[in-house]
């Protein structure tokens, strides 16, 4: 087992990350699926929940939405089982690498998941089976919330945005409501951690159910605190259907490794230290807007992934180079052990063993999106043709999406999804 | 030194051939009725329990005998909807095709066709009154109108601390005159668990 153990920390996953990426820039998603189910016994089982994870948001990206949520599930499955701390996982951890270790995702991937999988049956028009995962977000959310540690992520504010338009589509206002509360609580935190500011549309969205659900002082408090009047929105979305259209912008942040070689003097041993970074990329500044009707509606950031997954390593990273500079000093002592035992060979292929060994965790769940863009456009029933637009910094047109013959249902939600992959020729590296 | 080896190598292939078996998978057939709870989700057992009591309910309520004695005909039922407001997806229709399966075989009521299935039996009666033969065809416009209507929700709620998981799951059916929009039978089951998982793993 332990040569099983050496030999699965030596492969990892990420390398084929490069190759999705390059798929998902020339806007294939169905080539980027295709190679990552070739290399899917490449994938250790240590990786399984990863695999699944992507192949689950390629499909969605191709419009697979049933095939999507099944390996959702399967994931979902996968992650359960991993619950709890594993001995052999631990040891592994601090005498080989930390790629020994299951991967099981960061909390904020674990709440993508339901918010994707949401997304997904909402595409298919089952609502009731939607909230089943705004039910999910809320425990997960809870349970996190436990483990109050500063800076740590305890809230998504996406994810909670969207259980409440889903309470909402479902005419249960109270519980929309107080999903909506917790989604401008945990916006506030996002504007000061982040730079995502409170969307208008959760502000016009608070107004209107809080007028709805008779809370006149809570509303009356939103106004003022908003500096926004009440308005005509209940008048205006009467007899109406809404288009809620999410955008996924890009692609989650890759982690890379970042290695120093240390020559302990006491010991003239050589020990190696890996610790993951996430690479900057700067992507070029979009916005995006709609068009329908002969109006134009910009759409809002709701969620920066990116820099979720930044902030999420920046605070485990005391742990990772802890346990880092443990694994250099214990692969340190049993190779000077050795060689100062007259075992000098067995020593020094320790020694080598120890360094060839010493990787960094570069894990990550890379087809989620890196921003996440929203937008609710109350509209008359019937059908109507969308078009998406991405803008650059100069309010240019970028690219261009046309969604035919949209049908748009009285007092109820239509719910469309894009994901767009910034092309390669738009980057700066 | 020779055969004292023999017996230690023995013994190593014995392990290994034990060890081999113990890998690949096995499949072992189960009766239904046996109860086996693996995840703690939702499982058959669940769906078994809520519908057979709810059966026994059903066909045990006055609705039945009153609408018996004033029709001199059984009734009508037409599944309406399930929904589904619990925190699991929970496939529904072994539930729903269970209870159908156990009322018609009571002979106390009748089930008709709901809408997602008549939209089959319709194409193929249409296609009849064209093609099939005057004497065998079924024409259209004999189909029984449902006097009732069964519908039902599942619940649930849970309560999680660490490892330990309490999930209550609550069963409500209904049953609605078509007549005059009357609940003439409420049913209602409530399952509850307790789910520990393990802290520690291999």
Redesign the interface.
């Known amino acids: 087992m332990g040569i099983a153990l050496l030999a699965g920390a030596c492969a990892t996953g990420s390398n084929s990350s490069y190759t999705l990426e390059r798929h998902l820039a020339a806007q294939k998603p169905e080539r980027a699926l295709k190679s990552l189910e070739q290399q899917s016994r490449q994938w250790a089982r240590r990786d399984q929940v990863l695999y699944l994870l992507n192949k689950a948001m390629l499909l969605r990206m191709q419009g697979e939405f049933v095939a999507s949520n099944e390996i959702f599930?399967q994931a979902k499955?996968r992650i359960?089982k991993?619950?709890?701390?594993?001995?052999?996982e631990q040891i592994g951890s601090v005498i080989i690498n930390d790629l020994t270790r299951q991967y099981v995702g960061e909390e904020f991937e674990q709440i993508l998941i339901h918010v994707f999988e949401a997304l997904n049956y909402l595409a298919l028009g089952q609502a009731?089976?939607a909230?089943?995962e705004a039910?999910?977000i809320d425990?997960k959310l809870?349970?996190l919330g436990k483990r109050i540690e500063k800076n740590k992520y305890t809230e998504d504010a996406f994810a909670r945005y969207l259980a409440g338009m889903i309470y909402e589509g479902q005419r249960e206002w109270s519980d929309a409501m107080i999903e909506y509360r917790q989604a401008y609580v945990a916006y506030r935190v996002y504007k000061k951690e982040y730079g995502v500011p409170v969307p208008h549309s959760l502000k016009q969205d608070l107004l209107r159910l809080s007028e709805r659900v008779g809370l006149t002082a809570e509303m009356e408090r939103y106004e003022t605190e908003f500096g926004m009047e009440r308005g005509q929105d209940m008048e205006i979305r009467d007899g109406k259907g809404e288009l809620i259209f999410v955008l996924s912008k890009g692609l989650a942040p890759v982690k890379r490794e970042n290695s120093i070689f240390v020559l302990v003097p006491q010991t003239h041993t050589l020990v190696k230290v890996s610790l993951p970074y996430y690479q900057s990329r700067v992507a070029p500044a979009v916005a995006a807007r709609i068009r329908v009707d002969g109006e134009v509606i910009p759409m809002e950031e709701v969620e920066d992934v990116r820099a979720i997954a930044i902030r999420t390593l920046k605070t485990k990273l005391p742990g990772i180079r802890a346990r880092a500079i443990a694994r250099a000093s214990i692969k340190g002592t049993v190779a000077y052990a050795l060689k100062s035992q007259d075992n000098w060979l067995l020593g020094v292929l320790a020694e080598l063993g120890g360094l060839v060994t010493e990787r960094a965790d570069t894990r990550s769940w890379i087809t989620l999106p890196s921003n996440i863009f929203l937008a609710r456009i109350p509209l008359a029933p019937g059908k109507h043709n969308i078009e998406l637009e991405m803008l650059d910094r100069r309010d240019a047109v970028i690219a261009r999406r046309e969604f035919r013959n949209v049908t748009i249902n009285k007092d109820r939600m239509t719910f469309l999804s894009h994901h767009w992959i910034v092309p390669q020729h738009l980057f700066f590296e | 030194m020779k055969p004292a080896r023999t017996p230690g190598l023995r013994l190593v292939a014995v392990l290994v051939v034990l060890v081999m078996a113990g890998c690949g998978t096995s499949v072992q057939r189960m009766d239904t009725e046996k109860v086996k709870d693996l995840s703690g989700a939702w499982n058959d057992t669940d769906s078994r329990l809520v519908s057979e009591e709810m059966i026994e309910d059903v066909l045990s309520q006055p609705w039945l005998r009153d609408f018996t004695r004033k029709n001199r005909a059984q009734p009508a039922l037409i599944v309406g909807g399930m929904r589904n407001l619990s925190h699991e997806h929970i496939n529904l229709n072994t539930f729903v095709a269970d209870i159908e399966r156990a009322m018609i075989s009571s002979d106390k009521v009748q089930f008709v066709a709901s809408p997602t299935e008549r939209g089959s039996v319709r194409t193929e009666r249409k296609d009849q009154d064209l093609h099939a033969a005057e004497a065998t065809r079924n024409p259209m416009g004999q189909e029984i109108g449902a006097d009732f209507m069964l519908q039902g929700t599942i619940n649930t709620i849970v309560d999680v601390s660490g490892t330990k998981q309490v999930r209550y799951y609550q069963v409500d059916m209904t049953l609605v005159s078509l007549a005059d929009n009357r609940k003439v039978w409420v049913g209602q089951k409530k399952i509850k668990k307790l789910v520990k998982r393990s802290k520690l793993r291999f």
Do not use: F, I, K, N
Request: no cysteine; proline share 0%.
């Open positions: 599930e499955q359960d991993l619950y709890g701390v594993s001995v052999t009731d089976a909230r089943v039910l999910h425990l809870r349970q």
